[in-house]
Every structure is written in structure tokens, then in C-alpha cells.
């Protein structure tokens, strides 16, 4: 969070943001003017999920779509694939520094279906498909060679045409249930609203909260 700031010190303002009804409509807005401040991925966000034994996890990812809900694209057979698939809950917090907001976001995960796996897997480079072939994500891995070897094998398995889409690699679509905005005032009295609904469908309540 940002430090206490002398209120002509701080330039950035988002406007009356508290007025807004959709929380996903807002979250779009937001993201446009992230693209145009932000130095890199202004898609970044931070996942949670919760292993196992109760204990959180948490890494940077990256959005790839945004309808109905947040959609992102791992390994399943990862740790957060696995956490995810077991629990099918997650947390989303997505923080622009240059703009000074940040938002988070919670609900249920469903998997997307194959078609829209299929055609955001096409998209990616030739290298990043090959990558969702080499990579064990989140297993031990002996050494950089051995990684590099399994790159180099996969090249030469789909050295020509298409590479079909693993089917341990696929999408999730988090259903915001929860999404918070928040937006850095001076002497920490920070904007902060909440939007929140049972279950995705139902329209949102929406209140304001202390900072």
C-alpha cells in the first residue's frame, strides 16, 4: 500500500468509481486504463488456493479473458490445477502500482469447456505449446539440461504442423461472488467498495467499506 501522502502531492484520481452498479463492467474499466499505465502485464494478478492440508498458496498469473468471470490457463497437473480441482474455490488480487487501485475478487471455478481451451491454445507461440508438452509444472526437476532435452524431444515430435492442445492443459473460470475495489486517497482514508451476491446470476449488493 502506498505510504501517508500530502494530498497535493497525489495526481492520479479515478473519479466517483463508488457510483458504479455492474462490478464487471467497472473491473473492464479499470483494466483499460491499467493497460495504458502499467509498464508490463497490466493482466497480472495474484491467484490463491488452498492445498490439501488447509495451508494457502499464492502466484502471479495471467488473465486471458474476461465474460461472466476471470479466466486463466495452467497445467491441471500443477499445484494450483490440482488445488483448484480439488476445491474448485479461488482468490484473485490484481494491484496496478502506476494507477495505485487494486482489486479482489472471489467465487467458484469451473473448468472452460474444450472449444475455448482449444482455441486460446492455438493462439499461444509455437515455443509455448511446445512448453505445455515439456514442462512437469510444480514437480522436482533435476537440472536445467533435463528440461531443455524434454524441450528439445517435444520440438522434434511436432516439428511440423499443429500441436494439439495437451489434455492435462486447459482453463478455468472464476465466477466473482465477491469483488472488491480499491482505490489509495491520501492519509490512508482510501475508497474501498464491495460488491457481493449468493451465487453467480443473482444481482449485486454493494456497500461501501472503512479504509
Known sequence: MAPDQDPSTQVLTTGDFTDADDPLRLFDAW???AAASEPNDPNAMALATVDPDGLPNVRMVLLKG??????????????????????????????????????????????????????YYASRPRGSRIGA?????????????ALEAEVARTTARYGIGEIPRPAHWSGFRLTPVSIEFWHDRPFRLHDRVQFTRQAAGEPWSKARLYP
Open 31 to 33: 483494466l483499460s486504463d
Open 66 to 119: 474476461l465474460d461472466t468471470g476471470f479466466v486463466f490457463y495452467t497445467n491441471f497437473e500443477s499445484a494450483k490445477g490440482r488445488e483448484i480441482l480439488a476445491s474448485h474455490k479461488a482468490a484473485l488480487c490484481f494491484h496496478w502500482k502506476s494507477l495505485r487501485r487494486q482489486v479482489r475478487v472471489r467465487g467458484p471455478v469451473a473448468v472452460v469447456d474444450d472449444a475455448e481451451a482449444d482455441a
Open 133 to 145: 508438452w515439456a514442462s512437469k509444472q510444480s514437480r522436482p526437476l533435476e537440472g536445467r539440461f
